[in-house]
T-cell receptor
Framework: DTEVTQTPKHLVMGMTNKKSLKCEQHMGHRAMYWYKQKAKKPPELMFVYSYEKLSINESVPSRFSPECPNSSLLNLHLHALQPEDSALYLC???????????????FGDGTRLSIL | AQSVTQLGSHVSVSEGALVLLRCNYSSSVPPYLFWYVQYPNQGLQLLLKYTTGATLVKGINGFEAEFKKSETSFHLTKPSAHMSDAAEYFCAVSEGSTGTASKLTFGTGTRLQVTL
């Protein structure tokens, strides 16, 4: 069982739809991450939240909009996605930043997203 | 910038044989190193980590890795492979400094196949 919970597990959406991915952790971690993973590739970092503030945006297109409502929740809002955005979207959390960068990231099982 | 090289995108071993997955890193500062495993349709699970101290690190499922600074390596080993070890393995280095969030740089991954 993973300690980072992602919903939904699967999502199929059209290019004009708006949907959201949800991530939740109750480990008291203060850093949360979104990754995109294509088949047979390593995860690619998209966003990092640290203490509920956006810390890193890896030049992600604006059709992806992250939100961190509180220290346990992380959302990824999706709008007008393209077929190439089809991928596994992984959420992760870790104990924090800076001096805590030696702490491992804990991953959820991901949301498999398909864009029609 | 830090980087990770995993030699061999695909490794095949017989059940009961030694598993050796290679990882070399590049870092301008003392690195924090991690091995993750990903089973089909799942997220990444932490196998083990090296931060400071003992250079031989033991992880879950009988895996271990040795940090060799002179060789900039962090190879993953297991004395006896089991069918359940078949998965994708990622080596990663953590990049972070005071005031910034932790970022993981992943290698390209090694798919381990275990045969009877």
């Amino acid at each position: 069982d993973t300690e980072v919970t992602q919903t939904p597990k699967h999502l199929v959406m059209g290019m004009t739809n708006k949907k959201s991915l949800k991530c939740e952790q109750h480990m008291g971690h203060r850093a949360m991450y979104w990754y995109k993973q294509k088949a047979k590739k390593p995860p690619e970092l998209m966003f990092v939240y640290s203490y509920e503030k956006l810390s890193i945006n890896e030049s992600v297109p604006s059709r992806f909009s992250p939100e961190c409502p509180n220290s346990s929740l992380l959302n990824l809002h999706l709008h007008a996605l393209q077929p190439e955005d089809s991928a596994l979207y992984l959420c992760a959390s870790s104990q924090g930043q800076g001096a805590w960068s030696n702490q491992p990231q804990h991953f959820g099982d991901g949301t498999r997203l398909s864009i029609l | 910038a830090q980087s990770v090289t995993q030699l061999g995108s695909h490794v095949s071993v017989s059940e009961g044989a030694l598993v050796l997955l290679r990882c070399n890193y590049s870092s301008s500062v003392p690195p924090y190193l991690f091995w993750y495993v990903q089973y089909p349709n799942q997220g990444l699970q932490l196998l083990l980590k090296y931060t400071t101290g003992a250079t031989l690190v033991k992880g879950i499922n009988g895996f271990e890795a040795e940090f060799k600074k002179s060789e900039t390596s962090f190879h993953l080993t297991k004395p006896s492979a089991h069918m359940s070890d078949a998965a994708e393995y990622f080596c990663a280095v953590s990049e972070g400094s005071t005031g910034t969030a932790s970022k993981l740089t992943f290698g390209t991954g090694t798919r381990l196949q275990v045969t009877l």
